[in-house]
């Protein structure tokens, strides 16, 4: 399966826009993420080291999580 950049408003708040808003049952192991912000620009790699949310360093995805979280580059 192809490997997709999904791009984001936010890290947190699980709303649309937010990387951790995008849900884990649409993603791939190895997608990246784009988070545009006014504090910088976040890029992320999904990877299934599940870990404890500690953002901006580690983002994990509110719906269907699985083993999946966002690791910053």
């Not at 997709?4 to 826009?17: D, F, H």
């Not at 976040?42 to 509110?62: D, R």
Request: net charge negative; glycine share 14%.
């Amino acid at each position: 399966m192809a490997r997709k950049i999904w791009p984001a408003m936010a890290l947190t708040g699980g709303g649309v826009g937010a990387l951790d808003g995008i849900d884990g049952a649409l993603l791939t192991n190895g997608d990246g993420a784009i988070t545009m912000m006014s504090t910088g620009l976040y890029h992320h790699t999904l990877t299934t080291n599940a870990s404890t949310e500690n953002s901006p360093l580690v983002i994990v995805p509110n719906a269907n999580p699985g083993t999946f979280c966002w690791e910053l580059l």
